[in-house]
């Protein structure tokens, strides 16, 4: 009989695959660029908060560098949903507020995926998992 904290293994996969899917999309789509030209994203990288472009650009590269890995892994997943919440928080909301639902829709999109695994937690098919700790915490 499952008990209230066990997830079957369709939620588990769903759950990796969301991971997956969402930070490599992360990682490929603006990640990788910003480190593979880490000099011309410092010219062209948006300033919002006035405090210049290198303090703009490191938060974004450990948002969307650095979590996607911790999040493939299902290390700290939810800690590190934050902070890619935050960045795309503040592109859509601060950067570019007068983009249309059609323009933003990768930015929302990914918005919906780190906020619900923030939410959810890795589930049980993460580095690490035990079978034990998956049946007696759920997802993670």
Known sequence: MKTLFTQPP???AGLFFLRLAGSLLLLHVHGLPKILHF??????IEDPFG???????LPAILAEVVCPIFIILGWGTRLACLPIIAVLLVAMLVVHPGWSIAEGQFGWLLLIIFTTLALTGPGGWRLGASA???VRHGAG
């Open 51 to 57: 405090l210049g472009p290198m303090m703009s650009l």
């Open 132 to 134: 034990q700790q998956e």
């Open 39 to 44: 000099s011309e994203e410092l010219t062209r």
């Open 10 to 12: 369709r939620v588990n």
